[in-house]
């Protein structure tokens, strides 16, 4: 098993940054993908940014240019840099991973943490 803790929630201003973490535990070997997903009541999860083992990232098109997603693996860390932040990224943020391990992959999600951002 794998366990994620989300942090660097928060309220802010439009305009504003937040930097969130999630660090993982457990039976972290093998762990290839990592990401970020979002949702607000009512929607469906959506992605927001990953990264593979091999530091290929991908983006939604509505952060572009704005998130900055990155990893550490000698920390088991998954970062998201949140600049330019807008009303309409207010969201819960949810942290996954993906473990490979005998042939099988492995999904793992955090309980995510609320980010808000005020007009």
């Known amino acids: 098993q794998v366990q994620l803790v989300e942090s660097g929630g928060g309220l802010v201003q439009s305009g504003g940054s937040l930097r969130l973490s999630c660090v993982a535990s457990?039976?972290?070997?093998?762990?290839?993908?990592m990401g970020w997903y979002r949702q607000v009541p009512g929607k469906p999860r959506e992605l927001v940014a990953d990264?593979?083992?091999?530091?290929?990232?991908n983006y939604a098109e509505s952060v572009k240019g704005r998130f900055i997603i990155s990893r550490d693996n000698t920390q088991n860390t998954v970062f998201l840099q949140m600049n330019s932040l807008r009303p309409e990224d207010t969201a819960v943020y949810y942290c996954t991973v993906a473990r490979n391990w005998g042939g099988i992959r492995y999904d793992y999600w955090g309980r995510g943490t609320q980010v808000t951002v005020s007009p």
């Open positions: 990264v593979t083992s091999s530091d290929s990232t």
């Open positions: 457990g039976a972290t070997l093998g762990i290839s993908y």
